[in-house]
Each structure stands twice: as structure tokens, then as C-alpha cells.
């Protein structure tokens, strides 16, 4: 059984980060134009290159909010500078620790929507992570008609139109959670395998059937966002321990 008190706290000066944990961060993302400098001074020059071209500073601000918490969290996970941590992306685009910090075997994963981002960081397992505002304007019942299972889309539309919306994204943030956490793009379709749809349910498993047969099951958790937000947290080997932090 997992332990997971739910309860975010305040992130500590130093933080072993383990096999038997899955460190959580929640981070708003609401920085004001004049602390963006602050967290300017811990990107990358690609990144700080990247900043510049959102024509909005709105999403501007969010983008240097999300990558500077996550590189600070990465410096606490591995004891390297957050202006000096190396970040490459893969083929399929899950980002992974290089340079210095490749040999840690530290692996992290982030997501962020309008106003949060949520952070993952472990050790020696491939997680994923997702975060979706419900607040959102998209047509909930057609996406689940072209990307969900039958089972799933059936499930969802036979609900009251005012519980749609919180089971669309419970479902839509545990699937992305999943593939995130493979982390070979889109291999397996979204209507591939069966997750959960009630947004009440803390935790819930998957399978995910490869072409040769083998099957791999995936557990996946729903995350204490508010009653703004519905995130979703994807893993394979059981930790001991979900910690949450902000």
C-alpha cells in the first residue's frame, strides 16, 4: 500500500530522493513581470531564447515559472547548480537529465496547464505526469468519441452533461500521465488501453498489451490540484511513499 497523505508542503533545504518516493511539486503560475528576472537567471540560454518568442507575457511568464521551479527542484534532487542542469530531449520528446547529472539516475517529468505546472521527480523509474484546468473551453464528448476506448466513451456519455467535463479530464490526464511515462511518443493510441473515468478515484491500473504478447501494467494516481485542476501521476514500480511539495 502506498503512502500518500496528500498534504502539500513546504519544500525542504535538502531532500533525498529515492527509489522508494516520488516527489511531487505544485506550482502556481502566476509570477508578476518583476520577479521574472530572478527566475531568468536559472534557465539556459535556450531557454531564455525560447521565453522571447511568446508574443503574450502571460504565457511567457508561465513558460520561465515552469522550467526555473523545475530546474531548482532538479538541483535539489541532484545537488547541481539549477543554471548548470542539462536537459536533452529524446526522439519521441520526453526530456531526460544529461551532462553531470545523466549517471544519477534521477528522472523527473512536468506538466503544466493555464495557471500550474506539477513536477515528478524520482529515482530508477520511467514516471509521467499531467495536469489539465477544468475551466477549459473544448467539447468534451467528441474528443472522448475520437480518442477514448468504448468502454470509456460509453461511460462518459451516459453521464448528466455537468459531470462530463471532471470525467473527461480524469480520464484525458491519467491516459496522457501513462504515455508520458512510456515516453515513446504515441505507440499505444489513447484508445489503446482502459483508464478510470470517475474523477473521486485516487488510484486506479492499467495494462498496456505490446506486439509481442507482453503485457505491462501501469498504476496511476489522481493528484490533490484543487477543485480547479485534475492531475494525474503515472508509475510502475510500487514506491513506498507519494510526497507532495510546493
Given at each position: 500500500m502506498v503512502k500518500n497523505s496528500s498534504a502539500w508542503l513546504t519544500t525542504p533545504a535538502s531532500l533525498e530522493i529515492s527509489?522508494?518516493?516520488?516527489?511531487?511539486?505544485?506550482?502556481?503560475?502566476?509570477?508578476?513581470?518583476d520577479q521574472s528576472d530572478k527566475f531568468n537567471k536559472c534557465l539556459s540560454e535556450q531557454e531564455r531564447h525560447r521565453a522571447k518568442q511568446f508574443r503574450f507575457g502571460g504565457k511567457r511568464y508561465q513558460f520561465v515559472t515552469t522550467r526555473a521551479r523545475l530546474r531548482q527542484c532538479l538541483s535539489l534532487a541532484t545537488g547541481i547548480r539549477a543554471s548548470e542542469i542539462e536537459i536533452e530531449v529524446s526522439a519521441s520528446g520526453k526530456p531526460f537529465l544529461a551532462g553531470k547529472a545523466h549517471s544519477s539516475d534521477v528522472q523527473f517529468n512536468v506538466s503544466h496547464t493555464d495557471g500550474l505546472a506539477l513536477i515528478a521527480i524520482t529515482r530508477g523509474q520511467a514516471i509521467g505526469i499531467d495536469v489539465e484546468s477544468l475551466e477549459q473551453s473544448v467539447q468534451h464528448t467528441r474528443l472522448a468519441e475520437n480518442y477514448f476506448s468504448a468502454k470509456e466513451k460509453n461511460t462518459i456519455a451516459a453521464l448528466p452533461s455537468e459531470q462530463v467535463p471532471a470525467s473527461f479530464f480524469a480520464c484525458w490526464t491519467r491516459k496522457e500521465a501513462v504515455l508520458k511515462a512510456i515516453g515513446t511518443g504515441i505507440v499505444h493510441g489513447l484508445d489503446s488501453f482502459d483508464v478510470a473515468t470517475e474523477p473521486q478515484i485516487t488510484h486506479c491500473q492499467t495494462e498496456l498489451h505490446s506486439e509481442d504478447g507482453s503485457v505491462d501494467t501501469w498504476c496511476v494516481e489522481t493528484l490533490p490540484c484543487g477543485a480547479e485542476f485534475l492531475g494525474a501521476l503515472a508509475y510502475q514500480k510500487q514506491p513506498v511513499e507519494i510526497r507532495y511539495w510546493y
Open positions: 527509489s522508494m518516493t516520488i516527489d511531487v511539486w505544485r506550482c502556481p503560475l502566476d509570477l508578476a513581470a
